[in-house]
């Protein structure tokens, strides 16, 4: 018999704009949590496919529907990467608090 899970999900929308500077190009966290997802190297097979699967629903509609457990994980991915920037890795977990 399979388990389900019983944790409620919440929706999280990354389509935030992300803009260092007046002339830079605006850039979007859905789009760069979604590239740094694609580039980690993982070796667990269950978050390589759960990486993935985030990676393209944020490309694809920039919207993630988590528990509690995967808000954690991303949280814990995105202060812990080293290629990311402050000014991007406070807007996502800003997201993810609210």
């Known amino acids: 018999m399979k388990e389900e899970k019983t944790s409620a999900t919440k ?3 990354f389509n935030v704009e992300i803009k260092l500077m007046e002339t830079q190009k605006p ?3 859905n789009h ?3 590239q740094l997802m694609l580039q980690e190297v993982a070796t667990d097979e269950t978050k390589i496919i759960k990486y993935f699967d985030w990676a393209k629903e944020l490309t694809q509609s ?3 529907k988590l528990d509690r457990g995967d808000v954690s994980e991303i949280k814990k991915f995105v202060i812990a ?3 990311m920037y402050v000014v991007a890795k ?3 977990l800003q ?3 609210n």
Do not use: M, R, W
């Open 11 to 13: 929706e999280y929308d």
């Open 32 to 34: 760069i949590l979604s």
């Open 27 to 29: 850039q979007f966290a």
């Open 90 to 92: 406070a807007p996502i």
């Open 81 to 83: 990467d080293t290629k």
């Open 62 to 64: 920039g919207v993630l």
């Open 95 to 97: 997201v993810l608090e």
